[in-house]
């Protein structure tokens, strides 16, 4: 079974993805780290991404669907694959029936988790971390148990990521609705898209993904 799951950045696309490669040994194959294991192991398309980054460069989507051809090659795919954060625009869409075409591969399932932007702004830049350990923590739904220390080691420290503030969240969400989102009608014909109430808890979420892939 190959999925793919859209939603803007923050929607939950990743953790879900994280229980379905355990609970279903599905493959998660997120377009930033196959292109850092292609230039680790010196692929020829991951050379060629490697020329283009070091020269600063953004990576063409002919480079991406080759990352992504290759690693479909590899025989953990064929045991069902989860597209995260690819394909991203018409263009990509196009590209990537073709390549799954050619592999005699096709797309079972597209599912978008929705969201509320103002509740996902509050979402994201109330995130923080423990600068030891990684633990995540949330100004409004989880705060360590004793203030300033880690649940989890104890530890005091603690760190926000820089682009969790409201404006570039608004901005990603923006532009996932102008480029992202138009390719959903890509899939609609097909009869394959289903849609997801993202803002619900995790394990609601994981009920709802289930639901659709056990019909």
Not at 27 to 34: A, E, F, I, K, R
Not at 52 to 61: A, I, N, Q, T, Y
């Given at each position: ?14 953790t879900?993805a994280s229980r379905?490669v355990?609970?279903?040994?599905m ?8 292109l850092r ?14 020329a ?10 002919d480079?991406?669907n080759?990352?992504?051809?290759e690693r479909?090659d590899?025989p ?31 797309i ?24 030891k350990?990684g ?19 104890g530890?005091t ?13 608004r901005?990603r969400?923006a ?5 992202t989102?138009p ?18 808890s ?14």
């Open positions: 079974m190959n999925l793919i799951l859209l939603g803007p950045p923050g929607a939950g696309k990743g879900q379905l355990k609970q279903r040994g493959v998660q194959l997120s377009t930033g780290d196959m294991a292609a230039v680790a192991a010196g692929t020829p398309v991951g050379l060629a991404a490697k283009v980054m070091e020269s600063g460069g953004l990576v063409s989507d480079i991406v080759g990352i992504l051809s479909l590899q953990d795919a064929r045991a069902g694959f989860i597209l995260d954060g690819y394909p991203r625009t018409d263009v990509q869409a196009n590209a990537l029936d073709a390549m799954l075409t050619a592999k005699g591969v096709q079972d399932h597209v599912i978008e988790l929705l969201v509320d932007e103002d509740a996902l702004v509050e979402r994201i830049t109330g995130r923080f971390t423990c600068a350990c633990e995540g923590y949330h100004d409004r739904f989880k705060l360590p148990k004793v203030a300033d220390t880690c649940d989890a080691c530890a420290e603690f760190k926000r990521r820089a682009d969790d503030n409201e404006t570039t969240v901005q969400m532009e996932y609705r102008a480029k989102a390719i959903i009608p890509h899939y609609e014909g097909r009869g394959i898209v289903a849609r997801v109430d993202g803002m619900v995790m394990d609601a979420v994981a009920a709802s993904i289930d639901a659709i892939l056990d019909r």
